[in-house]
């Protein structure tokens, strides 16, 4: 029911979301959001990006922010799928999905678990440009969506 | 023994993915930094004071003033960028 | 880039989101919500759900409240989608699907959306169960979570 | 003339999808709803002052004080309930 995932072989969300929807005709709404690898990033093009990660603590992190929406909302189930390694323009690169009975729960907890994963689940960026590659920077919006949670 | 893990442009700048320390005179993730530091070079400036550095202990993300002991697995990296 | 759409044959809401999610490569994150018919309510089983409308309003409405999205948040496109008429139970009733460069603006597009869409749009949901039919009452949590966002 | 449309449960009540009126003495909607439940029988049950009834004046949600004019399209329908 709560499915996590950290994978370097490419993902369909609409596979994640079908398997979430199908688990319980009592849901009734679905909240997803689909982090997508952006082709221009600070102005410049990048042709493809590798993303590194602290494999166990990964887990464990994203175990304990699914945790931690569970215990704030009544859900009905969620999936958390991330991509590791080396992938392109357009690719999926994480996957939130969350059921619940009202959408308002979903629709926070699904905000909810993207903005900790942003800030807390030990995953790095780096992309390569024309220019070479560079390790992205950490956002400070990331930071603010965060703490409006006040965990 | 306890092992340090380095990830992303910490590993990549200290062209070093882990060491083992002794765990003696540890007390704490702070005194692990400050040891890093003072091996010099490359070191004292990837652990600059005015660096920012994450640290998580036993793949828990935490602070400096977290107390190590034998056997613990501490691990330092840059702010993170998934998602 | 703004598609709105009434129709009484069912959609699959991956071919939305992945239409939306073709449309630009700049786009960073796509949010999206289904309603799903449950196949409860209020205790009763309920074993097909008709969707009444008034046909000219409702995308008036739709499309006033999609422009309204655009003016409040920087989206690079949106897409909703609602059935008419006769739907079964697990059948998608609704999606709302909006993308953006940053998540943030996305998730409260998507649900300012749906929000109004629940308390202005002119749909009406009745329910067959085997007590025989009845009209579905609007609810209060609607009228909170629409007035929330104090247009 | 103005064109008047009943949508569910109101619709179903009333037995009547649409019906005109003529437009002289409708200041607004408010005077629309009145004619209506004068009608008497269900007419008064479904207008009654305790009633909730929504209204829209030319397909837009409006209230009971929107001026009424000849060739606009009136609607009354119970609470929306879609999504």
Not at chain 1, 59 to 78: C, F, H, M, P
Not at chain 2, 21 to 35: P, Q, Y
């Amino acid at each position: 029911m709560n499915e996590i995932r950290i994978q370097s072989e490419p993902f369909d969300p609409n596979i994640e979301v079908d398997i979430l929807r199908a688990g319980n005709p009592a849901i009734g709404g679905v909240v997803s959001f689909i982090g997508l690898m952006r082709d221009i990033n600070e102005g410049e093009t990048v042709s493809t990006m590798t993303l590194e990660h602290y494999p166990g603590m990964t887990e464990k992190t994203l175990q304990a922010i699914v945790d931690e929406a569970n215990q704030r909302w009544d859900l009905l189930g969620s999936r958390v799928v991330h991509r590791v390694g080396e992938m392109k323009p357009a690719d999926p690169i994480v996957l939130v999905a969350v059921a619940s009975t009202h959408r308002g729960e979903a629709f926070q907890a699904c905000e909810f678990i993207i903005d900790f994963l942003k800030t807390r689940a030990p995953f790095w960026k780096k992309e390569s440009t024309s220019e070479g590659s560079r390790w992205v920077d950490a956002r400070h919006s990331d930071d603010d969506a965060e703490a409006r949670w006040k965990l | 023994m306890i092992k340090v893990l380095f990830f992303a442009s910490l590993r990549e700048r200290l062209d070093e993915e882990s060491l083992e320390m002794e765990a003696e005179g540890l007390a704490d993730l702070g005194v692990v930094l400050m040891r890093l530091r003072e091996r010099g070079g490359i070191w004292s400036e990837v652990f600059a004071a005015d660096q920012t550095v994450m640290m998580a202990l036993n793949q828990e993300m935490t602070g400096a003033d977290a107390a190590v002991k034998d056997g613990d697995e501490v691990a330092f990296f840059p702010p993170v960028t998934g998602g």
